[in-house]
T-cell receptor
């Protein structure tokens, strides 16, 4: 039973354009959400997070949007750069402290 | 400050053998997590330590897997005997607090069971 779903396994975007990565979740108890970026042969690295009391968090080129009623979050990268090419994972956690990750979306930014 | 370190980075073993993975969390981090990723799948939770205690081991696949964190510092994950389906990348992560804080991941151990 997949509680965190990333339905797009891959995404290609032109350099300079916006990348939008999506994530859906099923557990309404999740109260903290995170995005991680992973390069080959490396561990996931933290990118940005959002608490369930907010609907938007911005950090430079990265913005995460949370729609609690739809149980949906998205990561926007503007402008996209070739160095952003990686696999992006969304994750969610509740008071049980078990961080649940999605299957990842492979982003390719074309120069 | 050193990050989360994992050893070995790669391990190739035959079915039926034993393998022990090690994780050194960031110093001072009470929370330590083990995860596994099979290619193309999610990063799947295995278990969570708070200091030396197992907070949640609901993700451990079966009793062939044994995790320990003696003294609340480094942790080991032993697979005995290994089966083909145990292949994947095993990640360790740590955090100071739990629940509303980011996890810091190690580079992972690529386990191949032949």
């Amino acid at each position: 039973d997949q509680q965190v779903k990333q339905n797009s396994p891959s995404l290609s975007v032109q350099e300079g354009r916006i990348s939008i990565l999506n994530c859906d979740y099923t557990n309404s108890m999740f109260d903290y959400f995170l995005w991680y970026k992973k390069y080959p042969a490396e561990g996931p690295t933290f990118l940005i997070s959002i608490s369930s009391i907010k609907d938007k968090n911005e950090d430079g080129r990265f913005t995460v949007f949370l729609n609690k009623s739809a149980k949906h979050l998205s990561l926007h990268i503007v402008p996209s750069q070739p160095g952003d090419s990686a696999v992006y994972f969304c994750a969610a956690v509740s008071g049980t402290y078990k961080y649940i990750f999605g299957t990842g979306t492979r982003l390719k930014v074309l120069a | 400050e050193a990050g989360v370190t994992q050893f070995p980075s790669h391990s190739v073993i035959e079915k039926g053998q034993t393998v022990t993975l090690r994780c050194d969390p960031i110093s001072g981090h009470d929370n330590l997590y083990w995860y596994r990723r099979v290619m193309g799948k999610e990063i799947k939770f295995l278990l969570h330590f708070v200091k030396e205690s197992k907070q949640d081991e609901s993700g451990m696949p079966n009793n062939r897997f044994l995790a320990e964190r003696t003294g609340g510092t480094y942790s080991t994950l032993k697979v005995q005997p290994a089966e083909l389906e145990d292949s994947g990348v095993y990640f360790c992560a740590s955090s100071h607090n739990a629940g509303n804080e980011k996890l810091f991941f190690g580079s992972g151990t690529q386990l191949s069971v032949l």
